[in-house]
C-alpha cells in the first residue's frame, strides 16, 4: 500500500522535526534559565550537539555495515544461480 522510500522519507521527516523541536525546547531552557551560568549553557549546548554528531555517526556506519552484508548476500545469490543454471545445462549438453 505505501512505497518503501516514502515510508522511508516520512519517517526521516518526523526524525528531524523531533530533533529541531528537541534543540528548541533546549534553547528555550538555556535562555529562561537565568540562576546558570553562561559558561554551562554553552558546555550543555556543545555537549547536546556531540551527543547528535555522535549519534550520525552511528546510525550511519550500521547503515553502511547493513548495506554491506546486503551487498555481499546477493553476489552469493546471484554466483550460487550461476553454478546452478551451469549444472543444470551441464547433463543435457552431453546427451
Excluded: C, H
Excluded at 38 to 61: C, D, E, F, R
Excluded at 76 to 91: F, G, I, S, W
Amino acid at each position: 500500500m505505501f512505497d518503501a522510500r516514502n515510508e522511508n522519507a516520512l519517517i526521516t521527516n518526523l526524525n528531524i522535526i523531533g530533533v529541531v523541536v528537541a534543540y528548541g525546547m533546549l534553547g528555550i531552557s538555556l535562555w529562561l534559565s537565568t540562576e546558570v551560568p553562561l559558561a554551562t549553557k554553552g558546555y550543555w549546548g556543545m555537549g547536546i550537539l556531540l551527543l547528535t554528531l555522535s549519534l550520525i555517526n552511528v546510525v550511519k556506519y550500521r547503515f553502511d555495515i547493513r548495506q554491506s552484508s546486503d551487498r555481499i548476500r546477493r553476489i552469493e545469490e546471484v554466483r550460487n544461480e550461476r553454478m546452478l543454471e551451469e549444472a543444470l545445462k551441464e547433463p543435457s549438453s552431453e546427451s
